[in-house]
């Protein structure tokens, strides 16, 4: 009636028609111990739990390396395209007709040609003049008219002009093109009491270090004038884009994160001071992402804003991040 066995995961068998054999053979004292073994065994029976212990993971909210990689990559952007700017400036300069001949020796380790008419490449080959940045690849510019007549434009194409730092090894490559429009007329190398004032346009494909490609747009106004006798510029967003205002460039950042970089205050600096060259002095950015960054430019190592003609240590930045932590962050140039 009860023949069966039962067969624990440690491979022990209890014969149940047996037990009852011993069970009469052997009286009631017999049939306690058999039963209390018959328990025992079946207490070792029970099933082995072989579900993983649970682990524990460490969640962080340390955002900070992207935050500031997110600052450090529209700075480096926006100051070489910047210094794509100044080359063609330069190759222009004092030149009505835009010829090689009259720009051959105002760009640092360049090769320029003249290639149609109001147009020039300048190929590079080597470091810029402050030694800081190995540059390949070329710019064309096209001008169509005389550079310092109000409304004229001048359009530089970006082919494979790839930026190494020196000290870092790290690089940048552009593509795409900028239209910059000399708003009021005027030549920089002209200036006095005057302001000359640069519209730029731009839609850049860009080529980070990490092999990241991502397309980005420019919107920016660069206002030239003398500052105690050096020549500074102040660099603003001069256009609404998605409800932000004064914004100088969006697009996504090499995390895929969309971005949008606004200028409360315009960003000031010197290009014609050696030992400031295009370190801004003063002036507040704010990136709209998924934290928003608040950068104030021109302070000194401990986040103070450095007197006026002193050439500062960085710039300090200021979020929140995802657990709700204040964060702050200072850079050096």
């Not at 025992?40 to 340390?62: E, F, Q, S, V």
């Not at 100051?79 to 001949?101: C, F, K, P, Q």
């Amino acid at each position: 009636m009860f023949n069966f066995s039962y067969t624990c995961i440690h491979n022990q068998t209890v014969n149940i028609t047996k037990l009852k054999k011993k069970m009469k053979k052997k009286g009631m004292l017999k049939y306690f111990i058999v039963a209390a073994t018959m328990g025992i065994i079946y207490t070792g029976c029970k099933k082995k739990d072989t579900t993983p212990a649970a682990t524990t993971t460490t969640t962080t909210t340390d955002d900070t390396p992207q935050q500031e990689q997110s600052a450090a990559d529209q700075a480096t952007v926006e100051n070489e395209t910047n210094n794509s700017i100044n080359d063609a400036n330069n190759a222009v300069s004092g030149s009505t007709s835009l010829r090689a001949a009259n720009a051959a020796s105002l760009v640092s380790n360049a090769r320029i040609d003249s290639i149609a008419k109001r147009q020039l490449r300048v190929t590079y080959f080597g470091k810029s003049s402050d030694s800081l940045r190995i540059r390949s690849g070329s710019i064309t510019i096209q001008l169509d008219t005389a550079w310092h007549i109000s409304g004229a434009v001048l359009t530089i194409t970006f082919s494979n002009y790839k930026v190494t730092n020196v000290g870092t090894g790290k690089s940048i490559t552009f593509n795409g093109t900028h239209v910059i429009t000399n708003v009021n007329g005027g030549a920089i190398a002209n200036i006095t009491t005057n302001t000359v004032v640069h519209k730029i346009r731009g839609n850049i494909s860009i080529t980070f270090d990490d092999g990241t490609v991502r397309s980005w747009s420019i919107a920016r106004k660069r206002s030239y004038y003398l500052t105690s006798s050096q020549l500074t510029e102040s660099l603003t967003g001069d256009t609404t884009v998605n409800t932000y205002s004064n914004v100088t460039m969006w697009g996504t950042n090499r995390a895929g994160e969309t971005f949008y970089v606004s200028t409360p205050s315009p960003v000031v600096d010197y290009i014609a001071n050696s030992n400031c060259l295009l370190k801004p002095i003063s002036g507040q950015r704010i990136f709209y992402l998924t934290h928003n960054i608040t950068a104030t430019y021109g302070v000194d190592a401990s986040g103070n804003a450095e007197p006026a003609g002193t050439c500062p240590y960085g710039y300090m930045l200021n979020w929140t991040n995802a657990s709700g932590t204040a964060k702050q962050a200072i850079l050096s140039y």
